[in-house]
């Protein structure tokens, strides 16, 4: 049975109407990809995750890194193609959109210590390990044109360096940075940057786009010496791990193959090949490290195959696919 057979076959609805949309581009009016649409806004984990985030934005931000965060798994139901006209999703965005910065950033409760440079009292705030991720989410489920996302984009593009872009974090958060020279670039911060701006035409963008690229594929070329804010690229990151929460192989890749730029580069190629490497006999990819958050799901276990991720690996080859056409 070819894999993608598997896929569209797979107990989850999710990962049906994925494949039938992404891999097998069928029309959204075709009966097989509205039932198994329907079947996942019907199923109980992502009934489960739109109940929870309707009391946004959750528990005062203290780790970035956490999977439990409600602005990650915001961007994780956008990721399946859940928009603002299904059920519940209005409600969930209308309390996104109830806190944003003169810059047109979506900010959160947050608190930094003095000890870090904050003022250690719970503020509303933003930084740009967050700001991109919420305004993904935004963009994708119906607000990409919207004046305030689009103000919050421009906002983002101009903080660009000649190196990619910094740590940053809004006025109210003080003098706080991450752990890493003033100089230096965030990975994490431009590859969700790049992911948000991925949503828009690549030609308008221009040259902050390609300095993105760059900066992430300069960071595996010298995975050995650069470190950047201590993100490192060596065994935890090469780990096959799902949902995209933070900087790891395949959250790197998902990103870079929107970009025709980065998969002509032989340093994607590299990376891809990697991933590549570790499919079993029958094509599917299991899961070697997870988020203890996502546990009920199916890429939230590491010893079995994970249809959603190897859904994900195979989208990311069919990009490249379509880049050469």
């Not at 489960?48 to 956490?66: C, F, M, N, Q, T």
């Not at 996302?149 to 003080?174: A, H, M, Q, T």
Request: charged share 25%; aromatic share 12%; hydrophobic share 40%.
């Amino acid at each position: 049975m070819e894999t993608w057979e598997v896929l569209s076959a797979s107990p989850d609805p999710w990962v049906r109407y994925r494949t039938f949309v992404d891999l097998l581009e069928y029309r959204e009016s075709q009966s097989a990809v509205s039932d198994a649409r329907a079947a996942m806004l019907s199923h109980p984990l992502v009934e489960a995750l739109i109940r929870e985030l309707k009391s946004w934005p959750g528990v005062v931000l203290s780790s970035h890194k956490s999977a439990g965060q409600h602005y990650h798994k915001l961007a994780f139901l956008a990721d399946l193609g859940l928009t603002r006209e299904d059920p519940g999703v209005q409600e969930i965005l209308n309390g996104v959109l109830s806190h944003s910065s003169e810059e047109g950033l979506i900010t959160l409760p947050m608190v930094i210590s003095t000890h870090h440079g904050g003022n250690g009292q719970e503020t509303w705030a933003w930084a740009l390990c967050d700001a991109p991720v919420s305004l993904y989410a935004l963009a994708k489920m119906g607000y990409k044109e919207d004046p305030l996302v689009i103000k919050g984009r421009d906002f983002l593009i101009g903080l660009i360096r000649e190196n990619g872009w910094p740590c940053k974090v809004s006025k109210e958060l003080g003098d706080f940075r991450g752990p890493g020279k003033k100089e230096d670039p965030c990975p994490y911060v431009n590859l969700i940057l790049l992911k948000f701006l991925s949503l828009y035409d690549q030609h308008l963008l221009g040259e902050p786009v390609k300095i993105g690229v760059e900066t992430l594929l300069d960071l595996w070329e010298n995975s050995l010496t650069k470190h950047p804010y201590i993100f490192y690229m060596g065994t935890d990151f090469r780990k096959l791990k799902a949902p995209f929460i933070w900087y790891d192989i395949l959250h790197v890749l998902e990103v870079l193959s929107r970009f025709e730029i980065a998969v002509q580069d032989p340093r994607f190629e590299e990376m891809l090949n990697i991933v590549l490497e570790k499919a079993d006999q029958d094509g599917l990819f299991t899961p070697e490290s997870v988020w203890q958050a996502w546990k009920g799901w199916d890429f939230g276990q590491k010893k079995t195959p994970s249809l959603w991720m190897t859904f994900i690996i195979y989208r990311i080859q069919k990009r490249l696919e379509s880049f050469q056409t």
